[in-house]
């Protein structure tokens, strides 16, 4: 199985999604200042990886 599988391409789209729907939620909140920066950052390290991930397929495919 290559690295580039739907199933955890899924399930990183989910993770963004939900981290960063958390990251609006505590922005709207002005929860702390620790809640905003977990939320965001792992929104930020979800869309890496897929962006890395997608980089990854295009070479593969080349």
């Given at each position: 199985?290559?690295?580039?599988?739907?199933t955890?391409?899924?399930?990183?789209?989910t993770?963004a999604?939900?981290a960063?729907?958390a990251?609006l939620v505590t922005s709207?909140?002005?929860?702390g200042?620790?809640?905003?920066?977990?939320?965001?950052?792992?929104?930020?390290a979800?869309l890496?990886?897929?962006?890395?991930?997608?980089?990854?397929?295009?070479r593969e495919?080349a």
């Amino acid at each position: 199985m290559t690295g580039t599988s739907p199933t955890r391409t899924a399930a990183l789209w989910t993770l963004a999604a939900l981290a960063a729907t958390a990251n609006l939620v505590t922005s709207l909140a002005h929860a702390g200042l620790a809640a905003n920066l977990t939320t965001g950052l792992i929104t930020l390290a979800a869309l890496t990886a897929l962006g890395a991930r997608h980089q990854r397929g295009r070479r593969e495919r080349a």
